[in-house]
């Protein structure tokens, strides 16, 4: 069970990350459809796990490597952006959010 505190910090790097990748997708990334799905923070706020989705990419493991690759160009932008809001600026894990990708699939099985 997450702490109100932890939900605050994830849900102000959820949003910051998300503007982010709007605004620094095509230098950093080719132009890739980056979305924030989720982000879990650990009890101590050093560490958040950032859950991403593509859009249309054909390979998506290959666009995440892309991702945490940059990650450290990532993590120095976020830390501009919420640096004077909480006190240590959090390591970020990147992963993939296949469950749109579960959700197509289980509403095919339905239909079909």
């Known amino acids: 069970m997450a702490s109100i505190r932890q939900e605050k910090v994830a849900e102000l790097i959820k949003r910051d990350l998300s503007s982010l990748f709007q605004r620094q997708s095509s ?17 101590d706020l050093g560490l958040a796990k950032v859950y991403l989705s593509f859009m249309a990419v054909q390979d998506k493991k290959a666009a995440l490597e892309a991702v945490r690759s940059e990650g450290w160009r990532v993590r120095k932008a976020l830390a501009d952006l919420i640096g004077k809001q909480v006190r240590i600026i959090p390591e ?10 579960y959700y197509e699939a289980v509403d095919q099985a339905l239909k079909g």
Do not use: E
Not at 27 to 43: D, N
Not at 92 to 101: E, G, V
């Open 92 to 101: 970020l894990n990147f992963y993939l959010d296949d469950s749109l990708d």
């Open 27 to 43: 230098a950093w990334f080719g132009g890739l459809f980056i979305t924030v799905t989720q982000v879990r923070m650990a009890p």
